[in-house]
């Protein structure tokens, strides 16, 4: 993997840059992996646009009209550039005297791959390649073509990556790495929520846990008021041995699969926990669950889809 992605962080840019950059351009070779990588930054929270040209560059950075933005109060944009002639690098250099100009912070990716692996994607997909529009040159001699009219670009990129031998799980992870930073885990998002299968099953969730098999704090009238979110009910839930034998076996089915999520890639992963209402057991064991995999070093975003519905569920039995 190291092998394959060459980083030339220019010294220009580094002083200044952020831990994102308020551009990303993603160029390179046909086929190489362009529109993989695009979709890469989608998932980490970059507008994206394909095919801008190199004179919209600025006005698309500068614009008021782009939606989005971070925690860090910057909007983060990646646009791919294809590079059709020969006064592409001529238009590209002079927007990247303009974006320094502003104090516009971007990076340059250039996406490659050996010539017989491009060669070999092409007749795959039985594409035409970008250069072969007048039928008067070959694949191969299209490569050849764009190879010399890019070479330029390749020069100036902060960053070259190899995608010959590169999976598409690979070249996500070798992108997240370099602009996302933290563990493999990081890139994973993991929604926890907990709901009452009185109100409805979770139908959006990859994985369903239901708990009303654990003692309900419903039925102690100085708890029932109460929510999982209350020290009282907590203690009650998470103090019985039947909860500390499930939270053991469950902390090991979530080490067991957590894992194998992030080998293949996924970057949002969403659990829910379920009881009668929503309101004691599976608030409780949410709070539980996303506490322990924040602990493992997930991005968890806990929440309780029928936490609301407390006073609905107030005089029914049994509801909690």
């Not at 929503?278 to 602990?295: C, D, F, M, P, W």
């Amino acid at each position: 993997m190291a092998d394959n992605v060459e980083s030339q962080e220019r010294a220009t840019q580094e002083a200044a840059r952020p831990s994102q950059p308020d551009l990303v351009i993603i160029t390179g070779m046909s086929g190489a992996g362009r529109t993989e990588a695009m979709h890469t930054f989608e998932d980490l929270g970059f507008f994206c646009i394909d095919n801008l040209p190199p004179s919209l560059l600025v006005s698309l950075v500068t614009s008021d009209s782009i939606p989005g933005g971070t925690a860090d109060g910057r909007r983060h944009l990646a646009v791919v550039c294809d590079a059709r002639n020969r006064s592409y690098f001529r238009e590209l250099a002079r927007e990247l005297v303009k974006l320094k100009a502003q104090g516009i912070t971007y990076r340059i990716i250039f996406m490659d791959a050996a010539d017989d692996a491009l060669l070999a994607r092409y007749k795959a997909s039985r594409r035409r390649h970008p250069m072969c529009t007048d039928n008067h040159m070959t694949i191969a001699q299209g490569i050849q073509k764009e190879r010399a009219m890019l070479s330029e670009l390749r020069e100036i990129a902060n960053m070259v990556i190899d995608t010959t031998d590169l999976r598409p799980i690979e070249l996500r992870r070798a992108i997240a790495r370099a602009f996302e930073g933290g563990s493999d885990q990081e890139g994973l998002g993991v929604i926890v929520y907990s709901f009452g299968f009185k109100h409805g099953a979770a139908r959006d969730a990859d994985i369903v846990i239901d708990v009303r098999f654990l003692p309900n704090p419903y039925y102690d009238p100085d708890l029932r008021h109460l929510t999982g979110l209350d020290a009282p009910v907590r203690d009650f839930v998470m103090g019985r041995p039947e909860t500390q034998e499930f939270m053991k076996r469950w902390k090991s089915l979530l080490d067991c699969v957590m894992p194998g999520y992030v080998a293949e890639g996924k970057q949002q992963l969403a659990i829910a926990v379920g009881c009668t209402g929503g309101q004691h057991r599976s608030v409780a064991i949410a709070e539980a669950t996303g506490a322990y995999l924040k602990n493992q070093g997930y991005r968890v975003h806990v929440s309780h889809r029928d936490l609301s519905r407390a006073d609905i569920d107030k005089h029914t039995e049994g509801g909690r």
